[in-house]
């Protein structure tokens, strides 16, 4: 039986597969975290359902689920899979929320599903960002540093000109997915520290813009994006009061993409120079 092996958060995971449909589906999304495993953690088996669009997919020693179509089936295996990526690391911080790399440094768009996270992540990653994820932020509270999970970049709608998809775009019955090798920044295949943390609202036929918020409100929204709290000291309210005091923290409006994507990068700029110069005043948000 053909498999796939993913290192992933340094978790050793196989999945094996009943045919080359769902074989090529798995590869195509989750192909940039292959390597070579001895001993996985966890092992799925996934396979298509004869003369069916239908799937399914179980863990070893477990009934397999049924899956309606292929967007269904990459949707069950990364809720499973982030299920288990916070069992097997319970160390990690796991925010819902997509991680870029500028400058060495990483920034953090948080927020909730359907707010344009993802396609704000696209747009920034066509203006040069290195891509770390799009869906998980595993913060390491020791370091603030977030580990990269850079499985295909996941749109629910074909974005605006000028950011269209690449030909190697995975394309299913609801969804969009970018391999991580079609990135136009590159992919980023270590821990990062992390440098800005934006939380993202998506705001229809108005202009971008930012706000620097406080550790308060900062913390506050950690907390309500957090994936694993209870694993955490103080059910997580601790290390999200951490990485708000470690971290400058800004509410983001998004609108048009490209001058979202100038907003978010001047940001970043502005607290690159910042870092760098002695004793440097707050920061509360670059010119927009």
């Known amino acids: 039986?053909?498999?796939?092996?993913?290192?992933v958060l340094g978790c050793g995971l196989r999945v094996r597969f009943k045919d080359p449909r769902t074989r090529d589906l798995l590869h195509a999304a989750y192909g940039a975290l292959r390597a070579d495993v001895r001993?996985?953690?966890v092992t799925y088996t996934a396979g298509a359902r004869p003369c069916?669009?239908?799937?399914?997919?179980?863990?070893?020693?477990?009934?397999?689920?049924?899956?309606?179509?292929?967007?269904?089936?990459l949707f069950q295996f990364e809720t499973d899979l982030s299920i288990q990526l916070q069992r097997l690391r319970p160390d990690l911080y796991f925010l819902h929320g997509a991680a870029l790399e500028h400058g060495g440094r990483a920034a953090l768009l948080v927020a909730a599903s359907g707010s344009g996270k993802?396609?704000?992540?696209?747009?920034?990653?066509?203006h040069g960002l290195g891509y770390l994820s799009d869906e998980l932020a595993p913060v390491d509270p020791r370091t603030t540093e977030v580990h990269p999970y850079p499985r295909a970049l996941c749109l629910k709608a074909r974005p605006p000109r000028p950011y269209r998809l690449p030909a190697s775009t995975l394309v299913t019955s609801r969804t969009f997915h970018v391999p991580a090798a079609a990135m136009p920044g590159g992919v980023v295949t270590r821990p990062l520290p992390v440098a800005a943390v934006f939380f993202v609202e998506y705001r229809p036929g108005g202009?971008?813009?930012?706000?620097?918020v406080s550790r308060a409100e900062a913390t506050a929204r950690l907390l309500a994006n957090a994936?694993?709290?209870?694993?955490?000291?103080?059910?997580?309210?601790?290390?999200?009061?951490?990485?708000?005091?470690?971290?400058?923290?800004?509410?983001l409006w998004t609108g048009d993409l490209a001058r979202t994507a100038?907003?978010?990068?001047?940001?970043?700029?502005?607290?690159?120079r910042a870092s760098r110069t002695p004793a440097s005043a707050p920061v509360a948000a670059a010119t927009r």
């Open 1 to 7: 039986m053909d498999s796939l092996t993913l290192d």
């Open 39 to 41: 001993a996985p953690a």
């Open 52 to 73: 069916s669009a239908a799937f399914f997919l179980g863990r070893e020693g477990e009934e397999p689920a049924l899956a309606a179509d292929d967007a269904e089936l």
């Open 118 to 126: 993802s396609t704000t992540a696209w747009a920034l990653v066509n």
């Open 207 to 212: 202009g971008p813009d930012a706000a620097g």
């Open 227 to 251: 994936l694993n709290p209870l694993a955490h000291p103080g059910s997580g309210l601790d290390t999200a009061m951490a990485i708000a005091a470690a971290v400058p923290a800004f509410r």
């Open 262 to 272: 100038e907003l978010v990068t001047a940001t970043l700029r502005h607290l690159d």
